[in-house]
């Protein structure tokens, strides 16, 4: 089963010993509290598509242990919301986000999008490297549209199938593949289209995730604490999805869509 790491508070603390001022938290988290490809400097990429003021609600689907949402609320001003299936993420990412003094700007909800309330309307929103477990795709999209403003940006940070390669599993997504649902870049744009969004960009960032990757496991400038180090199997997912990504049978897709009015 993936994502079945329980108490990884416990994990943490061996790895990020507490005591550190909120600042340092946020900094010494910045590697172990992303799970995507480019950790910190993906989501900064992310940012600059999705033009947000200190004023905006954001909401993070699929938000993990919590290090995006964080780094939005911290380098945007915003008020975020992260909803998450594993309850074990999201005790982990509010319990960090005490810690690094956000509590009052970061919430998590755990449960389905489905489940959110309907009725809210953020001012923007987010997903990375979630889609892979969800098969609905298109529904799953038009679920987060319904909780979006019109004219509210969604800013995607996606893997994507691009050939017919058999993968080596264990993935970061997906232990042993049966609950992976990949699909090709345009198969996965049109459903976001299809959704109820409107395009403003779709960028191959394949290149600069592989050469992210190879600083990563240089381990330099930044050696300490990683992810590998705290979901099960982490290294070997970590090197089957590098490794995937040079071979040319994954892709990864940086998107930012406009949701549509009515
Ligand atoms: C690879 S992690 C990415 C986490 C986070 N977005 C990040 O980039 O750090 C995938 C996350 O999606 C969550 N997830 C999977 N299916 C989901 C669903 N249907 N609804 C909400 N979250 C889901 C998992 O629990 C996990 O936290």
Known sequence: MTYAERDLIATIDRLVPQGASERS????????????????????????????????????????LGGPARQVAAASGCQVTGVDITEAY?????????????????RFVHGDIA???????????????????????????????????????????????????ELSWPMPWSMD????????????????????FEPVEWVDETAWAISWFDTAFTGHPRPGPNLAMLIEDGFTRMLNFAGALADGALGVRRGAFGRSAG
């Not at 200190?54 to 993990?64: I, K, N």
């Not at 509210?152 to 691009?162: I, L, N």
């Not at 593949?177 to 109820?196: E, F, V």
């Open 25 to 64: 938290t946020l900094e010494a988290l910045q590697y172990l509290d992303h799970y995507h490809a480019g950790g910190s400097q993906a989501v900064e990429r992310l940012l600059d598509t999705m033009v947000l003021s200190p004023s905006d609600t954001v909401l993070d689907v699929g938000s993990g």
């Open 90 to 106: 999201v005790q982990a990412a509010t319990e960090l986000t005490d810690r690094c003094g956000l509590s009052d700007r970061v």
């Open 115 to 165: 489940d959110l309330m309907p009725d809210q309307s953020f001012d923007a929103g987010f997903t990375m490297h979630v889609q892979m477990n969800i098969e609905a795709k298109r529904e799953w999209y038009a679920e987060i549209a319904r909780r979006l403003a019109p004219g509210a940006r969604f800013a995607v940070w996606e893997v994507c199938r691009t050939s017919g390669t």
């Open 177 to 196: 593949g049966s609950d992976s649902h990949l699909a090709t870049s345009d198969a996965l744009r049109d459903a976001i289209l299809g959704a109820g």
